[in-house]
């Protein structure tokens, strides 16, 4: 619904007709008339708001009888500037004409706005071969947006000094049994000892005739998995194992899981491991199980759907468990207890920080804090999971993603003002309500026209030490990802426990071109503005600085 309000508006100082938002509920009616204004040489506006939109749109239209006799009650001074604009119009316009169609104008404008040009800025892309120097950074001479920087930078010093980093509090295993009943009942509390991999044979009582992915969600719910669950039905009545006339299959979690971030460079690094001979991947790059699956979120905006039960997730591995059983069939006939090589790993980079789902299934929430994490439940079944997290420079990040996810009007002028919007946003969350609350806040994330909470690393990190030890995560930076890939990689094999691999292989994986580059229509609009820039280094400053005080590496505070 479209909420209209009329105010009049003079030339006085910004703040004296501010609309106050709140950050929960509609807008406000009931608005009084101005108190600064008099009823002498009024403008009326039109404000077209949404709920915590501060963003207003203004439209100048005449009411009731006003007519074009209205300029002639403008002061002297305004008649003045408004003829010398029109004076300044019309040289311009026709230094165009004396200049010809190919050249600059014989008189710049003085209202010209610096242009984006077509380098795209230092590690704008997911792709390690786009983080090349790029040195040159375009001029800004957008005056609206320079002027704005001192408003918006005591909105990130109201966010700044609100700041808080504290412990959450840790639920109970009954309590999360409580929440997850069925899953608790399928993934058993202890694997098969000789498996690196979190693996355990479960009775199959279907027949040779049953399809054992007719129910599967990941199927019934998008058409692009059905080829990739095709070659599961092939493979599947080859790997079962049988005694005492049952039929068993083997059913596997991952070991290792690569938990974040969007947009750095998750994929490519996915793309790389995957080439090692011991690494086998779920069948679905990203299945978003535990964020959005498990509770029937396909796309938040479409609404919920059936929940994906645990079995539709464990389907996903079936391609790597059918390997390991043959492995294990194999050495029990000649090396009884010899461990299996493989593992698996999952790739789905909303694991670290999406939990917009928990307002809609959790109650005794703290303080509008989610009671649940993600990571509680993984650590309920796998307390000795490996976890690896990409990051990057998360102003970087945000630029990427934006150019990724938006769909039309696309430009630095859009990012800009999205980028104000959220800030505005974030802040009328962080009056009210902790640190937490506002970065698990889906009403608010939902809100914020970009994902300025994905950046947020420390808040999340944090959370996720409060179950797991430091020592099982390895955390890396795509900017050193992108300088020396074979290094990287070799980071990830140690923390795996991998094996060597051969020179050829090693050539393969080191020198294959990185994955999901910026597409080529994205790269024509050039960086963000600099004043842009700015505003998000101010902001995500402090977490940065957090950030790298929790790692001991000043890397992670991006302040190059």
Same mark, same amino acid.
């Given at each position: 619904m479209r909420h209209c309000i009329n105010c009049c508006i003079q030339l006085l100082p910004k703040d004296a007709h501010k609309q106050q938002v709140g950050c929960r509920g509609g807008p406000h009616h009931g608005h009084q008339a101005c108190p600064t204004c008099r009823g002498e040489n009024k403008i009326l506006f039109h404000v077209d708001s949404k709920q915590m939109n501060l963003l207003a749109v203004l439209e100048v239209r005449t009411e009731g009888n006003e007519s074009w006799g209205g300029i002639l009650r403008f002061k002297k001074g305004k008649r003045c500037s408004l003829l010398f604009g029109l004076i300044i119009m019309t040289?311009?316009?026709?230094?165009?004409?004396? $200049?010809?169609?190919?050249? *600059?104008?014989?008189?710049?404008?003085?209202?010209?706005?610096?242009?984006?040009? $077509? /380098?795209?800025?230092l590690m704008d892309s997911e792709n390690p071969s786009d983080m090349k120097d790029h040195h040159h950074q375009p001029s800004v001479n957008n005056i609206s947006y320079l002027k704005d920087y001192p408003s918006i930078k005591l909105i990130i010093n109201s966010i700044t000094a609100r700041i808080e980093f504290t412990t959450r509090r840790l639920p109970d295993l009954e309590d999360l049994k409580k929440q997850e009943l069925h899953m608790f009942s399928v993934i058993p509390n202890k694997f098969l000892p000789n498996s690196k991999s979190p693996c355990w044979y479960e009775e199959f009582s279907g027949r040779n005739t049953t399809d054992p992915y007719l129910t599967n969600s990941y199927v019934l719910y998008s058409k692009r998995f059905r080829s990739t669950f095709d070659a599961l039905r092939k493979a599947f009545w080859g790997h079962?194992?049988?005694?005492?006339?049952?039929?068993?299959?083997?059913?596997?979690?991952?070991?290792?899981?690569?938990?974040?971030?969007?947009?750095?460079? +998750?994929?490519?690094?996915?793309?790389?491991?995957?080439?090692?001979?011991?690494?086998?991947?779920?069948?679905?790059?990203?299945?978003? @199980?535990?964020?959005r699956k498990r509770f029937g979120i396909v796309r938040l905006r479409d609404g919920l759907r059936d929940r994906y039960p645990v079995e539709d997730y464990l389907d996903l591995f079936d391609l790597a468990a059918h390997q390991i059983h043959q492995g294990l069939q194999?050495? $029990?006939?000649?090396? *009884?207890?010899?461990?299996?090589?493989?593992?698996?790993?999952?790739?789905?980079? $909303? &694991?670290?920080?999406?939990?917009?789902? @928990? &307002?809609?299934?959790?109650? /005794?929430? +703290?303080d509008g804090e989610p009671p649940f994490l993600t990571q509680d439940f993984i650590h309920a079944f796998q307390p000795d999971a490996r976890l690896i997290v990409m990051l990057r420079d998360p102003v970087e990040r945000l630029y990427s993603d934006y150019l990724y996810f938006a769909s039309s009007n696309k430009s630095?002028?859009?990012?800009?003002?999205?980028? +104000?919007?959220?800030?505005?946003?974030? *802040?009328?969350?962080?009056?009210?309500?902790? =640190? !937490?609350?506002?970065?698990? /806040?889906? &009403? =608010?994330?939902?809100?914020?026209?970009? !994902?300025?909470?994905?950046?947020?690393?420390?808040?999340?990190?944090?959370? @996720?030490?409060?179950?797991?030890?430091?020592?099982?995560f390895l955390i890396l930076r795509l900017e050193d990802h992108a300088s020396n890939v074979k290094y990287t990689m070799h980071k990830v094999f140690q923390f795996l426990n991998l094996g060597p691999l051969s020179d050829k292989q090693e050539a393969l994986m080191t020198k294959s071109p990185a994955s999901n580059a910026r597409r080529p229509e994205d790269r024509s609009l050039g960086p963000m503005w600099l004043v842009t820039r700015k505003i998000l280094q101010d902001f995500y400053g402090p977490f940065n600085a957090r950030l790298a005080q929790v790692l001991a590496d000043e890397a992670f505070a991006w302040k190059t």
């Amino acid at each position: 619904m479209r909420h209209c309000i009329n105010c009049c508006i003079q030339l006085l100082p910004k703040d004296a007709h501010k609309q106050q938002v709140g950050c929960r509920g509609g807008p406000h009616h009931g608005h009084q008339a101005c108190p600064t204004c008099r009823g002498e040489n009024k403008i009326l506006f039109h404000v077209d708001s949404k709920q915590m939109n501060l963003l207003a749109v203004l439209e100048v239209r005449t009411e009731g009888n006003e007519s074009w006799g209205g300029i002639l009650r403008f002061k002297k001074g305004k008649r003045c500037s408004l003829l010398f604009g029109l004076i300044i119009m019309t040289l311009v316009t026709a230094s165009y004409i004396l $200049s010809g169609a190919h050249q *600059e104008p014989l008189i710049s404008s003085p209202f010209h706005y610096g242009g984006l040009p $077509s /380098n795209p800025s230092l590690m704008d892309s997911e792709n390690p071969s786009d983080m090349k120097d790029h040195h040159h950074q375009p001029s800004v001479n957008n005056i609206s947006y320079l002027k704005d920087y001192p408003s918006i930078k005591l909105i990130i010093n109201s966010i700044t000094a609100r700041i808080e980093f504290t412990t959450r509090r840790l639920p109970d295993l009954e309590d999360l049994k409580k929440q997850e009943l069925h899953m608790f009942s399928v993934i058993p509390n202890k694997f098969l000892p000789n498996s690196k991999s979190p693996c355990w044979y479960e009775e199959f009582s279907g027949r040779n005739t049953t399809d054992p992915y007719l129910t599967n969600s990941y199927v019934l719910y998008s058409k692009r998995f059905r080829s990739t669950f095709d070659a599961l039905r092939k493979a599947f009545w080859g790997h079962l194992a049988h005694a005492h006339g049952k039929h068993f299959r083997l059913r596997c979690l991952p070991r290792f899981y690569i938990i974040g971030q969007p947009k750095c460079g +998750t994929t490519d690094l996915y793309d790389r491991l995957r080439l090692h001979p011991e690494v086998k991947f779920s069948a679905i790059k990203e299945p978003h @199980w535990w964020t959005r699956k498990r509770f029937g979120i396909v796309r938040l905006r479409d609404g919920l759907r059936d929940r994906y039960p645990v079995e539709d997730y464990l389907d996903l591995f079936d391609l790597a468990a059918h390997q390991i059983h043959q492995g294990l069939q194999a050495s $029990s006939a000649k090396e *009884e207890g010899k461990m299996n090589k493989i593992i698996i790993g999952e790739a789905s980079a $909303s &694991t670290m920080w999406d939990n917009n789902a @928990w &307002t809609f299934f959790y109650d /005794n929430s +703290t303080d509008g804090e989610p009671p649940f994490l993600t990571q509680d439940f993984i650590h309920a079944f796998q307390p000795d999971a490996r976890l690896i997290v990409m990051l990057r420079d998360p102003v970087e990040r945000l630029y990427s993603d934006y150019l990724y996810f938006a769909s039309s009007n696309k430009s630095a002028d859009d990012f800009h003002e999205k980028v +104000t919007e959220a800030l505005q946003l974030f *802040e009328n969350c962080m009056l009210d309500y902790s =640190l !937490r609350a506002c970065v698990y /806040n889906n &009403t =608010l994330n939902n809100a914020m026209p970009v !994902r300025l909470q994905v950046g947020l690393y420390a808040v999340y990190l944090l959370d @996720w030490l409060t179950v797991f030890n430091k020592e099982q995560f390895l955390i890396l930076r795509l900017e050193d990802h992108a300088s020396n890939v074979k290094y990287t990689m070799h980071k990830v094999f140690q923390f795996l426990n991998l094996g060597p691999l051969s020179d050829k292989q090693e050539a393969l994986m080191t020198k294959s071109p990185a994955s999901n580059a910026r597409r080529p229509e994205d790269r024509s609009l050039g960086p963000m503005w600099l004043v842009t820039r700015k505003i998000l280094q101010d902001f995500y400053g402090p977490f940065n600085a957090r950030l790298a005080q929790v790692l001991a590496d000043e890397a992670f505070a991006w302040k190059t």
